[in-house]
Each structure stands twice: as C-alpha cells, then as structure tokens.
C-alpha cells in the first residue's frame, strides 16, 4: 500500500495558488517526500522533493510540516497546463532509495 | 539533452511472442525501474535496479525479466506475454537522491 493519502480531486481557477495536500503518517526519519504529476497518459515529470525544510524551485513550493506527517505542494499561479494527476509519494536515500510505491494522485483540474 | 529513452512506444503482438521493451539514460544515474500504468490501478513498480547488476523486484515483477548489464541501460522482457500484460509501460532513472526522469512510455497490445 502506498505511505501516502491524497485527496482524489480538486479545482483551482485559473490564476489562483494551488494548493494539493498529502498526509505521510508513517513516514521515517531518512524519507524524503517527492511530488510528480502526469499529463494524459504522459511520462510523469518530476516537481519537487524535500526532506523536513520548506522547498521551492521554478515550478512549485513545498511546504512540510514540522512533525513531517503531512505536506502541501504549491503552484502558486496555476494556468490550464497545470491540469494533471499530481502524486506524492515517499522515500529513503542512498541504500533505502528503493522500491517505490504510488498511490492514486489527486486530479486537478484548473478551470478557466 | 537528459532523456530517457523507451523503445519501441507503440507495439501489438500474440501471446507466446517474446518481446524486449528497451530503455536508455544519459545521466548517468545508478537507478532505474519499471512501471506499469493500468485505468484504475495507476502506477505499478515492476522491477528496479539501484546499479550495475542489481536488480530487485518491485510490486508486479510476475510474467517479466529484467537485467542491468550497462549502467545506460535497463531493457524489460517479457518472455511469453499474456493478454494481461496489455498495459502503458514507463522506464525511469534517477540517482540516487533525487527525482526520477521518466521515458515517455510504451503502450503494448497483447492479442
């Protein structure tokens, strides 16, 4: 099962800040969290990923809780190509960056 | 360019047919894996390699072979596919800390 739990859909207007959250309860003290989306039947795309700081790159932000059990990705200006599944998954580094498990994603879809 | 590379991206064949589904890197990454895509199951690890010679299996690895010769490359085979093996294959890479960079898929039909 996956370490994850992502709400399976929201909306966003067009403009306006996404904000997609995902819990990770279990996660360990080595586990990163990763964000990925996929468009249609695509290749997923790699977002964001980080360990227990906030994080942020030209595509998104990504805010972690202190306690590390939940984190929210940020597109602070979504347009209608930000339309995709986004996933949030889990994992170690080095030795432990091993078998990957995905959960359903949530669907966003922005709307005009 | 950094791409990873799947070949070929569209293939029909019979049951009992080997097939190879190929797949390249050019970052130089030591991880690479196999995913498969099915409506309504999402996103399923079949095998992945954390290096040269290293292979493990991931969540489905049944009916599928895989093997890391290369550190470039990560070809999946399917020795005698069956009809539920019909379904949107995607390699990937990474290192080792880091996101993963995905191929653009293969979408195989099992008759």
């Known amino acids: 099962d996956a370490k994850t739990t992502q709400p399976p859909s929201m909306d966003c207007a067009e403009g306006r800040a996404a904000n997609l959250p995902c819990n990770h309860s279990?996660?360990?003290?080595?586990?990163?969290v990763y964000w990925y989306r996929q468009i249609h039947s695509q290749g997923p795309q790699y977002i964001i990923h980080?360990?227990?700081n906030n994080e942020t790159n030209e595509m998104a932000s990504l805010i972690i809780t202190e306690d590390r059990k939940s984190s929210t990705l940020i597109l602070p200006h979504a347009t209608l190509r930000d339309t995709a599944v986004y996933y949030c998954?889990?994992?170690?580094?080095?030795?432990?960056?091993?078998?990957?498990?995905f959960g359903p994603g949530t669907s966003l879809s922005v709307i005009p | 360019e950094a791409q990873v590379t799947q070949n070929p991206r569209y293939l029909i064949t019979v049951t009992g047919k080997k097939l190879t589904v190929t797949c390249s890197q050019n970052m130089n990454h030591e991880y690479m894996s196999w995913y498969r895509q099915d409506p309504g199951l999402g996103l399923r690890q079949i095998y992945y390699s954390m290096n040269v010679e290293v292979t493990d299996k991931g969540d489905v690895p049944e009916g599928y072979k895989v093997s890391r010769k290369e550190k470039r490359n990560f070809p999946l085979i399917l020795e005698s596919p069956s009809p539920n093996q019909t379904s949107l294959y995607f390699c990937?890479?990474?290192?080792?800390?880091?996101?993963?960079?995905f191929g653009p898929g293969t979408r195989l039909t099992v008759l």
């Open positions: 998954i889990v994992r170690g580094s080095g030795t432990s960056y091993d078998k990957v498990i």
């Open positions: 279990t996660i360990s003290g080595n586990e990163y």
């Open positions: 980080g360990l227990k």
């Open positions: 990937a890479s990474s290192p080792l800390a880091g996101g993963s960079f």
